[in-house]
């Protein structure tokens, strides 16, 4: 069974940094896309940031010049570097990935998965 654990959450000052990682674990033919979410208090959830399995990257314009998406295709994982924090940063994010995993029924099967959440709190 595949998992999603994400991992390097906490509280930082504005202007500080994090780094945040997910390890997808289980058996695991090939990753595709991979993918940060968030979801702040009241809102709705966005998309922060993707990779392709070829590595182009993706990001919101809120993030774009403070966070770096990459990804570890031996490992397994994904992460998010995210530099220069503000309070609007804060929230639960979510770790997503497109895979192909082993199928009895048809050999491979290409499914998603969404990690439990690690939550960023930034403080002003």
């Known amino acids: 069974q595949v998992q999603l654990v994400e991992s390097g959450g906490g509280l930082v000052q504005a202007g500080g940094s994090l780094r945040l990682s997910c390890a997808a674990s289980?058996?695991?033919?090939?990753?595709?896309?991979m993918a940060w979410y968030r979801q702040g208090a009241g809102k709705q959830r966005e998309l922060v940031a993707s990779?392709?399995?070829?590595?182009?990257?993706n990001y919101v314009d809120s993030v774009k010049g403070r966070f770096t998406i990459s990804r570890d295709n031996v490992e397994n994982t994904v992460y998010l570097q995210m530099n220069s924090l503000k309070p609007e940063d804060t929230a639960v994010y979510y770790c997503y990935a497109d895979l192909v995993v082993p199928s009895v029924t048809y050999r491979q099967l290409r499914q998603t998965y969404w990690g439990k959440g690690t939550l960023v709190t930034v403080s002003s």
């Open positions: 990779i392709t399995g070829a590595g182009s990257t």
């Open positions: 289980g058996s695991i033919l090939s990753m595709n896309a």
